[in-house]
Nanobody
Framework: VQLQASGGGLVQPGGSLRLSCAATRYDLRDVAIAWFRQAPGKEREGVACISSMDGIARYRDSVKGRLTISRDNAGGPVWLQMNSLNPEDTAVYYC????????????????????WGQGTLVTVSS
């Protein structure tokens, strides 16, 4: 599956953005989707994931309550709604996909994912 992440941009602290992870001619309900980010000089870290079945979501502790992952019930994009953004959220954000053996499962461990989209840059600055 070829993924495409979009929706990044420049936002002021406290602002919001919604990222989108889409695939062409592929039903994303068949796979778990995770969002990762990589800030300059730092390692890639997982922030959220959503399972293929039931839409069970998991989050990195530092983003709980601010970021929400959701999926289109018709098999379209998976979104990452980001609220109350702060400069520490500045990073390139990537989405990744995998069909896990357990459909109600997902992880935010980058080593568990095989299909990656290109990144979209989020800059939080005044």
């Amino acid at each position: 599956v070829q993924l495409q992440a979009s929706g990044g941009g420049l936002v002021q602290p406290g602002g919001s953005l919604r990222l989108s992870c889409a695939a062409t001619r592929y039903d994303l309900r068949d796979v778990a989707i995770a969002w990762f980010r990589q800030a300059p000089g730092k390692e890639r870290e997982g922030v959220a994931c959503i399972s293929s079945m039931d839409g069970i979501a998991r989050y990195r502790d530092s983003v709980k309550g601010r970021l929400t992952i959701s999926r289109d019930n018709a098999g379209g994009p998976v979104w990452l709604q980001m609220n109350s953004l702060n400069p520490e959220d500045t990073a390139v954000y990537y989405c990744a996909a995998r069909r896990f053996a357990r459909p109600s499962f997902c992880t935010i461990d980058s080593g568990d994912y095989r299909n990656w989209g290109q990144g979209t840059l989020v800059t939080v600055s005044s």
